[in-house]
T-cell receptor, first 113, second 115 residues
């Protein structure tokens, strides 16, 4: 079984500051990890995914995440926050055999001017 | 860019009534999913569907729920007799393949309120 923990349900950053969203996973099999973003009144949009090809994954909108097996983490970062980054971010995991996504609780990002 | 669409965007119903939530997956996708998110809680998997059969379902997906692909484009979730606790945002998703690294593309959701 897989599980995901996102530390911090709300994060507030200043425009131009580093965005760091934490995700830790638990999986009995090699995991596939995903970050999704949800803008207000929209669906979940894929930001990036880890599929074992490279531990540092680059996604859309300047986001990237690093898979660290020893820490069972897949934290999401962006060097410089933009007002348009205000949204809710979800980390999710899939095991190799299954096809269902298991989501973390989400982190809502507020960007201050 | 192709996208998953869902109708209606909002649905209000009385407890005990049947509701049907509709989804149009991306046209060349073969795998379909429903997830839900109760307010303040995690997004939860309900069911996956392929080749006109349920391929996996969660413990939430009991006899009150059913899914169907009535034609070549729509994918529906039916709740036979709604309960207050069915109030949630329901997301449909689709993917081209079933491999674990395959991306699932989500629709905008239907917000269901059961009174």
């Amino acid at each position: 079984a897989q599980s995901v923990t996102q530390l911090g349900s709300h994060v507030s950053v200043s425009e131009g500051a580093l965005v760091l969203l934490r995700c830790n996973y638990s999986s009995s099999v090699p995991p596939y990890l995903f970050w999704y973003v949800q803008y207000p009144n929209q669906g979940l949009q894929l930001l990036l995914k880890y599929t074992s090809a490279a531990t540092l994954v680059k996604g859309i909108n300047g986001f990237e995440a690093e898979f660290k097996k020893s820490e069972t983490s897949f934290h999401l970062t962006k060097p410089s926050a933009h007002m348009s980054d205000a949204a809710e971010y979800f980390c999710a995991v899939k095991g190799a055999a299954g096809n269902k996504l298991t989501f973390g609780g989400g982190t809502r990002v507020l960007v201050k001017p | 860019e192709p996208e998953v669409t869902q109708t209606p965007s909002h649905q209000v119903t009385q407890m005990g009534q049947e509701v049907i939530l509709r989804c149009v997956p991306i046209s060349n996708h073969l795998y379909f999913y429903w997830y839900r998110q109760i307010l303040g809680q995690k997004v939860e998997f309900l069911v996956s569907f392929y080749n006109n059969e349920i391929s996996e379902k969660s413990e939430i997906f009991d006899d009150q729920f059913s899914v169907e692909r009535p034609d070549g484009s729509n994918f529906t979730l039916k709740i036979r007799s709604t309960k207050l606790e069915d109030s949630a945002m329901y997301f449909c998703a689709s993917s081209e393949a079933r491999t674990a690294q395959e991306t699932q593309y989500f629709g905008p959701g239907t917000r269901l309120l059961v009174l």
